[in-house]
């Protein structure tokens, strides 16, 4: 069935500094790939997302990029802040109403 | 415009009991997804209703069961509870279910004692 991967975990980083986090899925007929931030006690919200007819797509500090070839996708934070502390969720669907989210990354990042 | 609305956000249930869980979408969404989350396990996909049908379904046991109503409001059901059901139960809506943002609701926190 679907599977969704992600990685790492948890990471840690210095105010500052970049954070990247990677998934990969395994359903080939996925083409949506959006990601959540999950704050301490909130709801997920929708940060970003990507089609699979683009490759790469940013929004001020936040960037995505695909590679359909190797079924994986990946969120890169630049010049993090602490409020970008959080969990974040990648997922992957097609055109379904099936989101499949991957098992989440802890962001700290320390002032 | 009223986000998605959870009741009850709190609940305490024993072991063997039922549950149901109610969802409220934002007004003109058609599409009703419900996920478990749990820590270290992420979220994890129940069901999703569109138009009062079932579209999709995750991998949990048929002690877990939904539906839709005809104004797209929703309610899930957990029978037999188990210990292992305490989670956050997640209900998102969207437009149409066809790939676009999910709302969110804040969720159902479960206990099972």
């Known amino acids: 069935g679907e599977n969704v991967e992600q990685h790492p975990s948890t990471l840690s980083v210095q105010e500052g500094d970049s954070a990247v986090i990677k998934c990969t899925y395994s359903d080939s007929a996925s083409n949506y790939f959006p990601w959540y931030k999950q704050e301490l006690g909130k709801r997920p919200q929708l940060i970003i997302d990507i089609r699979s007819n683009v490759g790469e797509k940013k929004d001020q500090r936040i960037a995505v990029t695909l590679n359909k070839t190797a079924k994986h996708f990946s969120l890169h934070i630049t010049e993090t802040q602490p409020e970008d502390s959080a969990v974040y969720f990648c997922a992957a669907s097609s055109n379904t109403g099936k989101l499949i989210f991957g098992q989440g990354t802890t962001l700290q990042v320390k002032p | 415009k009223a986000g998605v609305t959870q009741t009850p956000r709190y609940l305490i249930k024993t072991r063997g009991q039922q549950v149901t869980l109610s969802c409220s979408p934002i007004?003109?969404?058609?599409?009703v997804s419900w996920y478990q989350q749990t820590p270290g396990q992420g979220l994890q996909f129940l069901f999703e209703?569109?138009?009062?049908?079932?579209?999709n379904k995750g991998n949990f046991p048929g002690r877990f069961s939904g539906r839709q109503f005809s104004n797209s409001r929703s309610e899930m059901n957990v029978s037999t509870l188990e210990l292992g059901d305490s989670a956050l139960y997640l209900c998102?809506?969207?437009?149409?279910?066809?790939?676009?943002?999910?709302?969110f609701g804040e969720g159902s926190r479960l206990t099972v004692l």
């Open positions: 209703y569109f138009s009062e049908t079932q579209r």
């Open positions: 998102a809506s969207s437009l149409a279910g066809d790939g676009g943002e999910l709302f």
């Open positions: 007004s003109g969404h058609r599409s």
